[in-house]
């Protein structure tokens, strides 16, 4: 069953949220504060973090800072409607997707389950025992990656599209595409995620013997992983 710890100070929501989640096989544990949140996620594991950005005491993003600097858990934030800002700084910090509120249960469910389904399966090709690129090597089915020997610390969402590049390395990967299959939704207008993945990304890898990032933007075609 999965595990999912809603934190979230809207009482009314979370009722609401936690019974429809309930009904689709989801164990529910709620916290109602991020110092509430943290808390919990000591104590017991879960297979994903629900975590919306404004709260009284400690708000999302605080909270979310705080996770990252002891856990990789997914994190899906809940942020206001139109509010880049918080979805921006959410993506940069480490989560790996948002839901826009209002948002249905349905639709939480459904983003959810989708984020998981990334965690245990590849993009449905050939799963090889290791993925290797340069100074980059990908274990698919351990969802493990190392640079040089060091391992990297991914987020769920960054291990995702990293693998969809190096199993295209060479040719461009569009945006599209790689919302489709690494965050398991459609890519929305307007939507940054993946470029806010990307950089997070860069930033985590070596460079190219000229100094160059291994990850070109291609322009109006996407993203490439280049191999030495």
Same mark, same amino acid.
């Given at each position: 069953?999965?595990?999912?710890?809603?934190?979230?100070?809207?009482?009314?929501?979370?009722?609401?949220?936690?019974?429809?989640?309930?009904?689709?096989?989801?164990?529910?544990?709620?916290?109602?504060?991020?110092?509430?949140?943290?808390?919990?996620?000591?104590?017991?594991?879960?297979?994903?973090? +629900?975590?919306?950005?404004?709260?009284?005491?400690?708000?999302?993003?605080?909270?979310?800072?705080?996770?990252?600097?002891?856990?990789?858990?997914? +994190?899906?934030?809940?942020?206001?409607?139109?509010?880049?800002?918080?979805?921006?700084?959410?993506?940069?910090?480490?989560?790996?997707?948002?839901?826009?509120?209002?948002?249905?249960?349905?639709?939480?469910?459904?983003?959810?389950?989708?984020?998981?389904?990334?965690?245990?399966?590849?993009?449905?090709?050939?799963?090889?025992?290791?993925?290797?690129?340069?100074?980059?090597?990908?274990?698919?089915?351990?969802?493990?990656?190392?640079?040089?020997?060091?391992?990297?610390?991914?987020?769920?969402?960054?291990?995702?599209?990293?693998?969809?590049?190096?199993?295209?390395?060479?040719?461009? +990967?569009?945006?599209?595409?790689?919302?489709?299959?690494?965050?398991?939704?459609?890519?929305?207008?307007?939507?940054?995620?993946?470029?806010?993945?990307?950089?997070?990304?860069?930033?985590?890898?070596?460079?190219?013997?000229?100094?160059?990032?291994?990850?070109?933007?291609?322009?109006?075609?996407?993203?490439?992983?280049?191999?030495?």
């Amino acid at each position: 069953m999965v595990k999912v710890l809603l934190i979230d100070d809207d009482v009314e929501l979370v009722e609401m949220l936690k019974e429809y989640l309930e009904r689709e096989d989801v164990q529910v544990t709620a916290a109602y504060d991020g110092e509430q949140g943290l808390a919990e996620l000591a104590v017991t594991n879960h297979d994903i973090v +629900v975590l919306d950005v404004m709260m009284p005491r400690l708000n999302g993003l605080e909270t979310l800072r705080r996770i990252r600097m002891k856990s990789w858990v997914p +994190v899906l934030m809940l942020t206001a409607r139109g509010d880049d800002t918080d979805r921006i700084v959410g993506l940069e910090l480490g989560a790996d997707d948002y839901v826009a509120k209002p948002c249905t249960p349905r639709e939480l469910t459904a983003r959810i389950r989708a984020i998981l389904r990334r965690t245990q399966t590849t993009t449905g090709e050939e799963v090889l025992p290791v993925l290797e690129a340069g100074h980059l090597r990908i274990w698919p089915t351990q969802r493990r990656a190392e640079w040089n020997g060091t391992p990297l610390e991914l987020t769920s969402t960054e291990f995702n599209l990293l693998e969809i590049l190096v199993r295209n390395a060479g040719q461009a +990967v569009s945006k599209k595409k790689l919302s489709e299959l690494g965050l398991g939704r459609p890519l929305a207008r307007f939507d940054r995620s993946i470029d806010v993945h990307m950089s997070k990304i860069r930033s985590k890898l070596g460079t190219l013997s000229d100094g160059r990032s291994h990850i070109y933007t291609d322009y109006r075609q996407g993203y490439r992983f280049i191999k030495e």
